[in-house]
C-alpha cells in the first residue's frame, strides 16, 4: 500500500520541488487541500490526519503553528524549516552526519530539515572537529554564494523580473539563521562568522571555510584532512569528497544542480599552510527538497534513494 505524504505549504518554492520528486511514485499517495483551503486550519488538520508523514513547507511561526494542529495525530512530520532544528525533540536530518544518525531518523516521529549553508558547513566542520583536527573553540569563517531560488518565490521574482540589480552578500548583522544548526551540529563552542552572498543565476552553492594549518592542532595538512573526510563519508550515497589531486581553477556553484549529491574538496596550498575547505550542492537539492525526500524515504522504511 503506498505511503499517504501530505506537503503543507506545496505551493512554495521548496513544496513545489518536493511534490516533482514525488509526484509518479508507486510507493507514494500525495494528500492535497484543494488551493481556495490552503490556509483553512480545519481543511489542513484534516489532510494532517489523513496523511502517514506530512512535509512543513512553511515560514517558521506557520511552521509552529502546524504542529500545533497535529497534536494528538499519530502523522509524522518533516519540517523544513529553521524552527524546529536545534530541538532535541526533533532528528536533525542529515543522514550522513554521524554513524546511527540514519537509524535515528527512521525511529522519529519528528524530523527537521536542516539549511541549505547549514548542510554544507556541517559536512565539512563536523568530521573535523569528531577526528580532533579542528577544535570547537577555533575562530572560522564561513563563506557562500547561493542561487537566487534559495529567497523563495519574492526574490525570484525579483531577480527574474529585473528588479535586482546584481549579486549581493548579506546577513551582514551576524544573526543568519542557520548558524545555531552549524554551531551544534558541528560541535563549536564559538560561532563562526558567516558571509552568505546570492548570486545571478537561479540555483546552486558553494560554501567555503579558510583555514590556517598553523592554528590548529598538529597543523595538519590537506592529506590529513582529505583523510577525515574521505573516512567519515566512506560508502556514502550522497556526499562524496573530490580526490585530493582534483584541483580545479574555478569552483562552480551550479556542478550539482538537480541532483541530491553534495561534493566536498580540501583546496589550498601546503607551503604556506593556507587551506580551504570546500562544498557544492543544489540548494534546491540536497540544500532542500531532495534532503527532505531522502528523509522521508528514511522514515517510510523505504529505499533512501528512491525518486532522487
Known amino acids: ?38 490556509k483553512d486550519p480545519e481543511a489542513r488538520k484534516d489532510a494532517f490526519a489523513e496523511a502517514d508523514v506530512a512535509i512543513l513547507c512553511l515560514p517558521d511561526e506557520a511552521a509552529r503553528e502546524a504542529v ?27 543522514p550522513e552526519l554521524a554513524a546511527g544518525r540514519r537509524d535515528a531518523i527512521a525511529a522519529a516521529p519528528r524530523v527537521s530539515n536542516p539549511g541549505c549553508y547549514s548542510t554544507c558547513a556541517i559536512a565539512l566542520l563536523a568530521p573535523l572537529t569528531a577526528a580532533g583536527l579542528l577544535p570547537g573553540d577555533a575562530a572560522l569563517s564561513i563563506f557562500g ?20 540589480s546584481g549579486s549581493f552578500v548579506y546577513a551582514t548583522g551576524q544573526t543568519h539563521k542557520h548558524l545555531p ?9 564559538t560561532t563562526p562568522i558567516f558571509a552568505p552572498s546570492v548570486g545571478q543565476f537561479a540555483q546552486g552553492m558553494v560554501v567555503q571555510v579558510p583555514l590556517f594549518a598553523a592554528a590548529l592542532p ?3 595538512d590537506r592529506a590529513a584532512l582529505h583523510d577525515a573526510l574521505s573516512r567519515h563519508y566512506a560508502g556514502a550515497r550522497f556526499v562524496t569528497v573530490r580526490p585530493l589531486d582534483a584541483q580545479v581553477a574555478r569552483e562552480d556553484p551550479r556542478k550539482l544542480n538537480g541532483t541530491n549529491r ?9 607551503a604556506s599552510g593556507r587551506l580551504v575547505l570546500s562544498a557544492i550542492l543544489d ?8 534532503a527532505a525526500v531522502q528523509n522521508l524515504n528514511l522514515m517510510l522504511g523505504l529505499d533512501e534513494g528512491a525518486g532522487l
Not at 508507486?26 to 481556495?36: K, N, Q, Y
Not at 553534495?262 to 601546503?270: I, K, P, R, T
Not at 540548494?283 to 531532495?290: D, E, F, I, Q, T
Open 1 to 38: 500500500m503506498a505511503a499517504k505524504v501530505f506537503i503543507d505549504g506545496e505551493a512554495g518554492t521548496t513544496g513545489l520541488q518536493i511534490r516533482d520528486r514525488l509526484v509518479g511514485r508507486d510507493d507514494i499517495a500525495l494528500v492535497s487541500v484543494a488551493p481556495e483551503r490552503r
Open 68 to 94: 500545533t494542529l497535529c497534536e494528538g495525530l499519530n502523522t509524522k512530520l518533516i519540517d523544513a524549516s529553521t524552527a524546529h532544528r536545534t530541538d532535541d525533540a526533533w532528528a536533525f536530518g542529515f
Open 145 to 164: 554564494i547561493s542561487g537566487y531560488s534559495g529567497g523563495g518565490k519574492s526574490m525570484i521574482a525579483e531577480f527574474e523580473s529585473g528588479q535586482a
Open 181 to 189: 544548526e552549524i554551531v551544534k551540529y558541528a560541535r563549536l563552542s
Open 218 to 220: 598538529g597543523r595538519p
Open 262 to 270: 553534495m561534493e566536498l574538496a580540501v583546496l589550498g596550498d601546503d
Open 283 to 290: 540548494n534546491l537539492g540536497k540544500g532542500a527538497s531532495g
